[in-house]
């Protein structure tokens, strides 16, 4: 638990400033204010999935936001002020603070705008567009997901690659995935409980120290493996190590700008533990192209037959397309949060990849001390060197002796040099 004894003054003017924005965050829930209930999805199946979902304006006026929209921008303008007043304009942790209150002003701005098209727009703002390059001249998201499609096609028809059965019931996953954390976190220690859970639209989801199965998913042993990973030893993980800060108590709380980072460990601590696999490569591949094909013009129906015609049932066909157009309407901008995986995935190995050229292994693991965003990473590092900020205390494995993870990147730092195209001339004779 966070404790105020022994802080200074100035530590505790820090604290205090954190603690009102982790409790001005508490109402505001993004995916809870954008779903669609389930009367959407039995309404679109009664028409023969032939007409677009019944979703307007007046939907999400119908189910008001779980807060005054109005006074929640007023409370984090104010501790916005009062971060300046109370430590400067150039403090560097009041600089974090202050862009956190920006952020959730925008995101609720966004809410405000459900129905709409700002909603689109402002969700571009916050996670970025399918179309976004990552550096100048390089390739877009859009781009990666096509690529991506193509190799995986390649290894599709492929009988050794075929995903396990799905044997595993909503109990099963539980008790196998609980038995499995309890080995990282401790056992008998309670931090983190794994439950079923109705009403949640993906096959798992990750809370402050909880991670719920949706009671009619099935599972293989696999999918239980790429949970322990992605949900529990990052997404879990990060939130334990933020509640464990005794003054940067806003590291427990993340808004849109930390997603990316989340998602992008999430997604490489599954590769790097060889939690992940084509079937789930190509769910998150398909997700960026869906929400490209909603910002040049597709409607609800367009991506739902996207999604039949990669194999997905009817229902999963909706589940997925739901996601790209939740918070909006069926024939508006897409909401952009599923792009972070993919552009977290590149954004983190980068940063990793340079971590190591220039000799700066001590950040890496910073990544894993809260919610963290990658252009605060060097402001962490101060603030844990200053007392500020504790290490991680959750920490994977993979991230806690860094010399295997430090040789790969120094072999992919020199890889990258290497003309693929070339390459694959070379070998054609060979493969």
Request: proline share 4%.
């Amino acid at each position: 638990m966070n404790s105020r004894n022994n802080l200074d003054e100035y530590q505790l003017t820090v604290r205090g400033l954190s603690d009102r924005i982790v409790e001005a965050q508490t109402p505001v829930r993004v995916l809870d204010a954008v779903k669609w209930d389930d009367s959407v999805r039995q309404s679109f199946f009664a028409t023969g999935a032939r007409e677009l979902p019944k979703v307007d304006r007046a939907y999400y006026e119908s189910r008001p936001l779980a807060f005054d929209s109005s006074a929640k921008k007023e409370e984090f303008q104010n501790i916005e002020r009062d971060i300046t007043r109370q430590l400067g304009q150039f403090n560097p942790v009041g600089q974090i603070m202050r862009r956190m209150c920006k952020e959730y002003r925008m995101v609720i701005r966004m809410l405000e705008a459900r129905g709409t098209a700002d909603f689109g727009l402002i969700s571009q703002e916050l996670y970025g567009a399918a179309s976004d390059a990552f550096h100048a001249g390089d390739p877009t998201l859009a781009d990666l997901g096509l690529m991506l499609s193509d190799y995986l096609n390649n290894i599709a028809d492929r009988g050794d690659l075929k995903d396990e059965a799905k044997l595993l019931t909503a109990p099963q996953a539980v008790e196998m995935l609980q038995r499995r954390l309890d080995l990282v976190f401790g056992e008998g220690e309670g931090v983190i409980r794994v439950f079923e859970s109705d009403g949640i639209l993906a096959d798992a989801a990750a809370g402050a120290d909880y991670i719920k199965i949706r009671s009619d998913a099935m599972f293989n042993e696999r999918d239980v493996r790429a949970l322990e990973v992605h949900e529990g030893l990052v997404h879990v993980g990060t939130t334990l190590n933020g509640q464990n800060q005794p003054i940067c108590t806003f590291l427990a709380k993340g808004p849109p700008s930390s997603t990316v980072t989340q998602e992008g460990l999430a997604i490489l601590m599954e590769v790097i533990a060889f939690a992940s696999y084509p079937t789930r490569l190509r769910k998150l591949t398909n997700r960026t192209r869906a929400i490209h094909m909603a910002e040049e013009g597709a409607d609800f129906l367009d991506v739902f037959g996207f999604f039949r015609e990669q194999g997905y049932s009817d229902e999963d066909s909706y589940g997925n397309a739901s996601r790209v157009f939740r918070g909006s309407t069926p024939d508006g901008l897409p909401f952009t949060k599923d792009l972070s995986y993919l552009k977290g995935f590149i954004m983190i190995y980068n940063y990793i990849q340079l971590a190591v050229r220039k000799g700066k292994l001590e950040q890496i693991p910073l990544l894993f001390c809260g919610k963290t965003t990658l252009e605060d990473m060097r402001t962490l590092r101060q603030l844990v060197e200053e007392g500020m900020v504790v290490p991680p205390k959750y920490l994977p494995q993979q991230f806690q002796d860094l010399n295997a993870l430090s040789a790969w990147m120094c072999f992919s730092n020199f890889l990258n040099h290497l003309s693929l195209d070339r390459i694959e001339a070379d070998y054609a004779n060979i493969i």
